[in-house]
C-alpha cells in the first residue's frame, strides 16, 4: 500500500503524466456515486456519457495532436460543421433521408476527404509558410466556419439519411455507437502517437525542434502529417454532430473550441509540445462529461458545471504543478520563514569558518 | 534620395507593421467607396467608431496581456461579470448616483477579477491561457448561478441615453441619424494614456522588457512580479469597464451575453502587430487592427453581402494578413521558434 502510494506521488512529480486526470477521474466518479447512488452509477446514465463524451473527446485528441508538436489547432470545430455540412449538402442532392448505402459511404468519405483537407491546409500553412499555429488556425477557423455558414445560407440541412440519424440513438448490445467510434479512433491515435516512426517523430518536433532538425527530421512534413490527422479527427466528430443532431448545423458546437482545449490540457497535455496522452485526453473527457451528468443527477444549477469545469482545470494542473516540487507559493505566505532560515544559515559555524578563511586571502 | 524614401517608407510600416494595416484599411476604404460612393462619408466614421468602442477596450487589456506573452482569454467573461453585476446592483437599488459610478463600479469589479487571475498565475506558475481559461468558466458559472441569469432591461434613463449622447451628428441622404459619440472621449483618452504609460513610464517600459524575456527583465531589476500582477489588474479593469459600455449602448443587460467572442478580439490584437509571445506591439496598432475588422464587417453590410459571409471574409484577410506578417520573421524564423520554446517551457515549468 505504501509502496503504491509512492509510486503514486512518483508519478505525479515527474514533469509530464496522466496520473492528476486519474486521480479526478476515481474522485468524481466515487463522489458522484455516493451523493446520487440511485441515479449516478447507472447503465442508463453511463450510456448517456457514453453518447455525450465521444465528440468532445474527439476534438479533444485533435488539439491534443497540434499540442504534441508545440502548436494548437483552434479550427477543430470549424473543420467538424464543414465536413458535417459537406456530408448532408451531399445527401441532399443525392437520395436525401432514403439514401441507399452506396450513397451514404461516399458521403462519409466526403466528410473525412474535407476534414484532411482542411487539415492539409492548416499543416501546410504552419509547416512550410511558418505562421504560428494559434494565429493560421484562428484565421482557418473563421475561414472554415464562414464556409459552412455561407454555403448553406444560415440554416440547418435536415435531409439526413435514417443510418446516419442511428449513429446518434443506437447502441448494439448496450453499447452507444459514437463510444465504440471514439474507441477505435484513440487507439488509432494511440498507436500513431506512440508506435509509429511518424509518432516518434512528432513528439521529438514538439519537445525540441533543433535537436529534430539536426537528426534528420523534416519538420514541414511532420506539421503537415499532425494537422491532416487532427483535421480528420475533428470530421469525425463532425459526422457524430450530424448524427446526434439529426442535421448539419454550419455553426454547432462553437462553446466546444475551448472546451476541446481544457480536455487536452486537463489530460496533462504539455501546450509547449513534446508530450501527449491519449489515455488522460480520454479520461479528462469522461471527468468533464460525469461533472455534468453528475450536477444533472443532483439536481444542481446547470451554470454551475461551467464554474466546476473550470476550477476542476485550475486544481488539477495546479495539484499537479505543486507535486512536482514548484513551489513559489510558500514563499509568498511565510516569507519570514525563509529569512530565518537565510539567517540561520549566516550563523552557523560552517559560515564563520569559510568566512574566517576568505578574510585574510583577500 | 532614394535611401531617404527607403527610410521614409520603413518609418511608416512601423516596428510592428502598423503601417501595413493602416494601408489595408485606406485601401479597403478606397475599394468599397469606389463602388458605393455613399461609404465615404462621416457617417460610416461615426458609425465605425459605435461598433469599435466596446471591442477596442477589450483589445486594450488584452493587448496589455499579450505583451507580458499571454493570452487571456478570460475578458469576456470579466466584462459580462461587471456590466450585468451593475445592472442587477441598480436594479435592487444598492447603487445610485451617475453614470460615473456605474462605471466606477464596473471596472472595479472587472479590477479584482484580474487580480484573481493575477493571484492564480502567480499562485501555480500556470500559462496565461490555461489559467485564464479556467477563470472564464468560473466567472460565467459564479455570474450565471450566484448573480442571476435573467435579462435586465429596466435600465435607468442615464444608462438609456447614454448610447444617444452625441458630440456631432449627421444626417445620411437615407435620412437617418449618426453621430459621434460622447463615449469617444473616454475611450481616446484610455488609448492615450495606456500608450503614454507604456511608452514613457518606467512601469510600461518594464512591460516590455517582461515581455522580452522574463529573466532579464528581472536581472535588469525590473519587479517582474508585480509589473505582472499590475498587468492584469489593467486588463481587468478594462474588460470591466468594456463590459459597461456594452450593456449601456444596447441598453439592457443579458449574462449569458458575449463570451464566446474572444477570438475574435484576439486576432484583431494581433493582426494590429503584437506578438503572441509578448514583448512587441503598439497601442496604435492595436486601434488599426481593431478599426480593420470592424471596417470590414461594416463594408460588407455596405456592399450588401449576405451576413452569412462574415466569417468567410474576416478569416480570408486574417490569412493573407498573417502571411504579409510573416515576411517579418523572414530568415529569423529559427532563432524566433527557439525563444518560442525557451518561454513555453519556462512559463510551465
Known sequence: MKQSLSRFTMALRTEHSAAPVIAATVIVFVLFSLMAPDIFPTQVNMQSIGYQMPETALLG?????????????????????????????????????????GVIVIGILIALAVGAGCGMINGLLIGRLRITAILATLATMELYGGLAIAWTGGPALLKVPTPIQELGYAAPWGIPVPAVIFVVCAVLVAVLLNASRFGIRSILVGANPRAAELSGVREPRVQLGVYTASGLL?????????GRTAS????????????????????????????????????????????????????????????????????????????????????YLSPRRRKEGGESHATSPGAEETASVSGPGS | ??????????????????????????????????????????????????????????????????LIGGIDVSFDAIGIFAGYSVAI???QGHLGGGLWIYFLVAAGIGLMLGAFNALVVAAFRLPVLIVTLGTRGIFVGVLLTAIGSAYVNNLPPSIQSFGNSYLVTVRTPS????????????????????????????????????GGGEETARRAGFSVGAIKTMVFCVAGLLAGFAGMIHVSLIGFADPQDLVGNELIVIAAV??????????????????????????????LITLKIPSSWDNVAIGGLLLAGMVLQVARYGGGWRTFRMRVQTRLSGATE
Open chain 2, 270 to 299: 494581433v493582426f494590429g502587430g503584437a506578438s503572441i509571445f509578448g514583448g512587441r506591439g503598439s497601442v496604435g496598432g492595436t486601434v488599426l487592427g481593431v478599426l480593420l475588422l470592424e471596417l470590414i464587417q461594416y463594408a
Open chain 2, 89 to 91: 446592483l441598480i436594479g
Open chain 1, 248 to 331: 448539419a448545423t454550419p455553426d454547432y458546437g462553437a462553446s466546444y473550441i475551448l472546451l476541446a482545449v481544457v480536455i487536452a490540457v486537463l489530460a496533462g497535455v504539455n501546450p509547449a509540445g513534446g508530450y501527449g496522452t491519449v489515455l488522460g485526453v480520454t479520461l479528462s473527457a469522461f471527468v468533464l462529461s460525469m461533472i455534468q451528468s453528475g450536477f444533472v443527477a443532483l439536481n444542481f444549477n446547470q451554470f454551475l458545471y461551467q464554474a466546476a469545469q473550470g476550477g476542476i482545470l485550475i486544481l488539477v494542473l495546479a495539484i499537479g504543478s505543486l507535486a512536482r516540487g514548484d513551489q513559489r507559493w510558500r514563499r
Open chain 1, 234 to 242: 475533428s470530421s469525425v466528430a463532425g459526422i457524430i454532430f450530424v
Open chain 2, 175 to 210: 435620412g437617418q441619424v449618426a453621430g459621434l459619440q460622447t463615449l469617444v472621449i473616454p475611450v481616446a483618452l484610455l488609448c492615450v494614456l495606456v500608450a503614454i504609460v507604456l511608452r514613457y513610464t518606467v512601469l510600461g517600459r518594464g512591460v516590455y522588457a517582461v
Open chain 1, 61 to 101: 485528441l485533435a488539439v491534443m495532436l497540434s499540442m504534441v508538436v508545440a502548436g494548437i489547432d483552434l479550427s477543430v470545430v470549424a473543420i467538424a460543421d464543414l465536413a458535417g455540412v459537406a456530408m448532408v449538402q451531399y445527401y441532399e442532392t443525392a437520395g436525401g433521408v432514403d439514401a441507399g448505402f
Open chain 2, 1 to 66: 534620395m532614394a535611401v531617404g524614401i527607403k527610410r521614409a517608407l520603413l518609418r511608416a510600416r512601423g516596428r510592428n507593421n502598423e503601417g501595413v494595416v493602416g494601408l489595408a484599411i485606406i485601401i479597403l476604404v478606397l475599394a468599397v467607396g469606389a463602388v458605393d460612393h455613399s461609404f465615404w462619408s462621416a457617417a460610416t466614421v461615426f458609425n465605425l467608431f459605435r461598433n469599435s468602442y466596446e471591442p477596442l477596450v477589450f483589445a486594450l487589456g488584452v493587448f496589455l496581456v499579450l
